[in-house]
Each structure stands twice: as structure tokens, then as C-alpha cells.
């Protein structure tokens, strides 16, 4: 018949038009984000940083800049070195996550946020205070530690630096290629105490210089 | 009460005209009062349209964003219903433009020339008894012929805005609007004919059984020649935004251009009130008569949901397409629809000439028939014609040819 194919139509529309609307209104409402979303914003916890400037030294567009001095006691008698600067230029910053992954104490989480607007290029450079302010809820990004727990960082509380890291997680004792887990620890290890740089510590009480890593 | 209407006025009828107008003769003289009178009465259906077409465009926005999923406009006001206000706030505020190669006399009339007819068109429709500004024995052509200013409304548009995107949609509307008086012509004359009248008063008083059962044809000719009049989305080729920018209106902006969209929201309410007149039994309700205006207005509302309804579904046809539509299938269906309805008033009709009740149910059932008929027919007449993929010869290769 002619013109049938027109009501088809109609009525397509009309069984739209009894949905629900598939629109979000952003500012009041938001679409439910991955938990292994990498936004913006990193998230940094201090206490754990040795830096080691791992983070800047595998950033392949060089954006992260680390300045650290020794701290009053020696990185070798288990303390760690003294941030000065620590700033990350996120206006530059691709989000490939390869400082997250190089961070070997867990102490660098790519951000959840995504709500970073500026209005100048100069606010975009992400500074060590920034950092330390801004709010803890880490991507799960390469923490897969974070996404066994079922951290959600987009309806998540912050999290602690003692809640974060690799500690309590049995990923490293299982057995992988080339390592033997039930691998007998060697006599004289144990019985040896851990040998003591004396040389090293001395160096550096008599004239601390900073290392620094800059881009 | 000093001023009394006589009733050879063509205002009499009028039942607030003349409650305004015999008031205020208490207090001016007669020929005063008189315009003070048409005044209130203009300012009432000028602001009725106006406000109507703004509530309008708000329920069109929402609804054609139900229609796809979305929200719409709900940014101000609850549900977004003040988002007219916003809309007019913001053409007032922009700057009103005139191209230098403008013809500027031209170019500042359209507006009003555009949002004249749909204004003037409810002059003569009555919202319930009477309540029309003026009983016209010639209504139904009184309508045709104010409807057709607005093809040289589009036209001076194009014209006078120096510009060929202007010059094209201007070209397209008129050729469209051209082309679907013809049918819409034809149909209306099954309605009349059916009446006995061309008042707008009798056809309502007519309609003991709704036109649109008693005319199916007329009213589904009427109503796509009438959305093709309106520039409506399959067939808005004169403004065409995806493909001539904005067409005849396209140099507007500012109050003018508030002034046209206004009037082509306006139109759609005036066009669907101007066919629950005709073909839907206007204020006459099934519960009471002194809720006419009521039953008219949910009409209204029922046709302009349909108009958005269509909007939102279909896209827009070819120019070509779009004049054989009005041409080779809208001006045959309404040709028919009149020889048929002719010959059913001819043998129905009693010695005065008068069609009662039955006569009327008798006609609704044969024209449906005929409706029914006309859409088998036309569909095995205008099938596409698509060639049958046969067997490919000549330009093939056997595969010991291939190398």
C-alpha cells in the first residue's frame, strides 16, 4: 500500500519518544567514569617517593622535572632523598602513563580527574605543592593492587599512602619466568650483615650537592 | 448604554466586540468607542498568536528532543519553559543587520508582511460560539487568498537580501508554495461543497460528524500541502539549512529575524486551528458547548503534536520529488476526492439541499472506501521503477579470456 512505509516511520519515532532520554546533564550529573580512567592530576604521595626519578627519566616528552637534595640522614641507612621541585608541565602531558609504570615504590597514580580547565598555560605546570594538596583518589591504572580491591576512584573516598602499595598483594611471590619462588636463601646471606658503604656516607655529609634531574 | 451594534454589522456576531464596545460607549462617543473596540480585539489576537507561536517553539523544542532521545531546552524556567523569553532576549540584544546591496524598504517590510497573514488568518476562525472576529460568508476563501501573501512575503525576502543563497530558497518556496495551492485548493472545495457554506461559522455548525471522517482524502491533501506551505521539515526546501544556510531569511537577524520565526511557529497554530475548523468540527465538543474554547485548543494541540511529530521523523525530499508529490499524486487524489464528493452530495441530498446526519455517515464510509482504493492504486502507479539485476552480457570476461 502507498505511504506505508511513512507510518513505519512515524511509529519509530514514537517508540522513542516513550524512552527515556539518553542525555546527561554533566554538571549535575555524570557518566560512570572507569576506574582505570587516566585523568589529570596525578596522584603523588610523598611518603613513599625515594626520588629516584624514575618518572622523569622515562616521561618520553620530558615533562617532568625533579630537583632532590640528601636528606639529613643517609639514603643508605633506609632514608630517602628530599624533594625540592617536582613539577609536571600536564599542559604537554599525553596521559601514556609510562611514568606510572616506571614508579617502582607505587608512589606516582595517574589522576581520576578530568575538570582541570585553565586559563593560562603558565597554571598548567603542576607544581610540588599542587601535588601534595591535591586530592588522593588514584587511577587504577597499572595498579592492579587498587583494581583486585575494587577501589572505584570516581565514587571512591582518597586513599591513604599505606593503602596504596604493593605490600600486602601476592602478585610478586607467584612464579614467573626465569625466577624460582621456593628458591633457598644462600647460607651465608643470612648470616653476613648487609655491607655499609662507609665512603658513600661520608661524600655526602661533607658536601651535599643535589642531584637533579631536569628535563 | 448609548451605543447599540446593529445586527446587519459585520461585527455583531462577535460576542466580545461587542461587550467591549457597548462598555466603553458609556463613557466615549460611538465612533470612538468603536476603534477602541477592533483595537483591544487586534491586540488580543496579535499577542494570542505571538505568545502561542513562543509556547509554541518551546513545546516543538522538547518534544522533537523527546522524539530523538534528548532533553531539549530545560536550562530556565521549569522544564525550560521560559526558554522563549531567553531566545527573544537575545535577538533584541543582537544587532539588526542590512546588507549594503539590500533593497532596504523591501528588506524591512518582510517581517511584517511574513507575520501579517498568519495573524490576519485567525481573524475569521471561530475559537467557540461566537467568539470569530468576523463572521465572513466567504471565509474559507478569505483564508486561501490571505495565506498566499506569505509566497510574496518569501519572495521579497529573497529578493531584497542581495544574496543567491536568499535568491534560492526564495525560488524553491515559491515554487513549492505554487504548486500546493493547487491541491489544497481542491480539497478545500470537498469541504465546501459538503458545508453548503464557505463561512467558517456554518462548516463548524455542518460537522455533526467530523470532515475529517467525511473527507478523509481532503484532510490528508490539506494537511501535507498545508505543511509544505509552512516550509516544515519534508518539505522545508526554502530554508534548508544543510544545504542553502537559511534561505529567504538568511540575511535576518535581530528583531527581524525574531519576527519571522515567529511568524512561521505562528503559522503552525493558525494552520492547525484554521483545520480543526474545517475538518475536525472546531469548538463543537462532545460534552458542552461552553467549553468550546477548550475543545478548540486541545485540537489545536493534537495537530501541532502531529505537525512536530512529522518533523521529527522524516527527511527532507528533492525539489523534484517534492513537485511530483504535489503534482502527480496530491492534485489527482483531491481531483477524485471532489468528483466523488460531488456525485454523493448530488444523489444524497434532500429537496433544500441540506445533508443530515445519516447522509453524512453514508459519505464517510464511501469515501474511505475511496481513500483506500486511491492509495492501492497510486502505489502500483508510482512504484519505483528499479531495473532487475539480469545477467550481465558483453562486458564480461570468461576466466580462460582473463589473462
Redesign the interface.
Known amino acids: 500500500?502507498?505511504?506505508i512505509n511513512?507510518v513505519k516511520?512515524?511509529m519509530?519515532?514514537?517508540k522513542?519518544?516513550t524512552?527515556r532520554?539518553?542525555?546527561v546533564?554533566y554538571p549535575e550529573e555524570r557518566v560512570k567514569q572507569h576506574p582505570r580512567f587516566r585523568g589529570e592530576e596525578f596522584v603523588w604521595y610523598e611518603e613513599r617517593c625515594t626520588g629516584c626519578a624514575s618518572c622523569a627519566k622515562y616521561c618520553p616528552l620530558g615533562i617532568i622535572e625533579i630537583v632532590t637534595t640528601p636528606s639529613e640522614t643517609a639514603p643508605a641507612e633506609g632514608d630517602k632523598y628530599k624533594l625540592e621541585v617536582f613539577d609536571i608541565a600536564i599542559n604537554r602531558c599525553m596521559f601514556c602513563g609510562l611514568c606510572v609504570e616506571a614508579c617502582p615504590y607505587d608512589a606516582l597514580f595517574m589522576g581520576s580527574g578530568f575538570e582541570q580547565g585553565q586559563y593560562s598555560r603558565k597554571n598548567m605546570v603542576i607544581n610540588i605543592d599542587h601535588l601534595r594538596q591535591a586530592e588522593k583518589r588514584p587511577s587504577t591504572y597499572f595498579r592492579p593492587q587498587l583494581e583486585d580491591s575494587g577501589y572505584d576512584p570516581g565514587g571512591g573516598r582518597p586513599l591513604h599512602w599505606q593503602e596504596v602499595g604493593r605490600e600486602g598483594w601476592q602478585w610478586h611471590q607467584k612464579e614467573k619466568a626465569g625466577m624460582r619462588i621456593d628458591r633457598p636463601v644462600p647460607s651465608d646471606l643470612l648470616e653476613q650483615e648487609p655491607p655499609v658503604d662507609s665512603s658513600f656516607v661520608e661524600d655526602s655529609e661533607a658536601a651535599p650537592t643535589p642531584v637533579e634531574e631536569a628535563e | 448604554m448609548n451605543c447599540v451594534l446593529g445586527p446587519d454589522n459585520i461585527l455583531h456576531d462577535t460576542l466580545l466586540f461587542r461587550v467591549i464596545y457597548e462598555g466603553v460607549g458609556n463613557v466615549l462617543p460611538c465612533g470612538l468607542s468603536y476603534v477602541v473596540a477592533g483595537l483591544a480585539i487586534m491586540m488580543l489576537l496579535v499577542n494570542g498568536v505571538l505568545l502561542g507561536a513562543g509556547l509554541f517553539s518551546w513545546v516543538e523544542r522538547r518534544?522533537i528532543?523527546?522524539?530523538?532521545?534528548?532533553?531539549g531546552p530545560?536550562r530556565w524556567g521549569p522544564f525550560g519553559s521560559l526558554q522563549p523569553l531567553a531566545d527573544l532576549v537575545k535577538l533584541l540584544f543582537k544587532e539588526d543587520l542590512t546588507p549594503r546591496g539590500a533593497d532596504r524598504i523591501v528588506f524591512a517590510i518582510v517581517p511584517v508582511a511574513m507575520l501579517a497573514p498568519v495573524v490576519l488568518m485567525m481573524a475569521v476562525v471561530p475559537f467557540a460560539k461566537d467568539t470569530a472576529l468576523a463572521n465572513l460568508n466567504v471565509g474559507v476563501l478569505y483564508i486561501l487568498a490571505v495565506t498566499s501573501i506569505t509566497s510574496i512575503a518569501i519572495f521579497m525576502a529573497g529578493w531584497s537580501s542581495d544574496n543567491r543563497y536568499a535568491m534560492w530558497g526564495a525560488s524553491r518556496g515559491v515554487a513549492i508554495l505554487i504548486s500546493y495551492e493547487v491541491p489544497v485548493v481542491m480539497s478545500l472545495l470537498g469541504v465546501v461543497l459538503v458545508a453548503g457554506s464557505m463561512s467558517l461559522d456554518d462548516v463548524v455548525s455542518a460537522q455533526t460528524v467530523p470532515f475529517l471522517l467525511v473527507q478523509p482524502l481532503a484532510f490528508f491533501v490539506f494537511f501535507a500541502g498545508t505543511s509544505a506551505e509552512l516550509n516544515r521539515t519534508p518539505f522545508d526546501l526554502a530554508e534548508a539549512e544543510s544545504e542553502i544556510i537559511a534561505g529567504y531569511h538568511i540575511e535576518y537577524s535581530g528583531v527581524k529575524f525574531a519576527l519571522i520565526q515567529a511568524a512561521e511557529f505562528g503559522a503552525v497554530l493558525t494552520s492547525s486551528a484554521v483545520m480543526v475548523t474545517l475538518f475536525l468540527s472546531g469548538w463543537s465538543g462532545p460534552v458542552s458547548n461552553y467549553l468550546g474554547w477548550a475543545w478548540f485548543l486541545m485540537k489545536i494541540g493534537v495537530l501541532a503534536f502531529i505537525f512536530s511529530?512529522?518533523r521529527?521523523?522524516?527527511p527532507r525530499l528533492r525539489i523534484d520529488q517534492l513537485l511530483a508529490f504535489a503534482w502527480k499524486f496530491l492534485l489527482p487524489l483531491s481531483i477524485i476526492n471532489l468528483f466523488a464528493t460531488a456525485l454523493e452530495v448530488y444523489f444524497l441530498r434532500d429537496g433544500s439541499g441540506a445533508l443530515d446526519t445519516t447522509d453524512l455517515w453514508i459519505m464517510a464510509g464511501i469515501n474511505f472506501g475511496v481513500a483506500f482504493g486511491c492509495?492501492?492504486i497510486?502505489?502500483t502507479l508510482?512504484k519505483e521503477k528499479v531495473r532487475p539485476a539480469g545477467p550481465i552480457t558483453g562486458a564480461t570476461l570468461s576466466p580462460g579470456e582473463a589473462d
Open positions: 500500500m502507498y505511504g511513512l516511520g512515524l519509530v519515532t514514537m522513542n519518544l524512552k532520554p539518553f542525555t546533564q | 518534544l528532543g523527546r522524539f530523538h532521545n534528548r532533553i530545560n511529530w512529522v521529527a521523523t522524516f492509495l492501492l497510486f502505489g508510482i
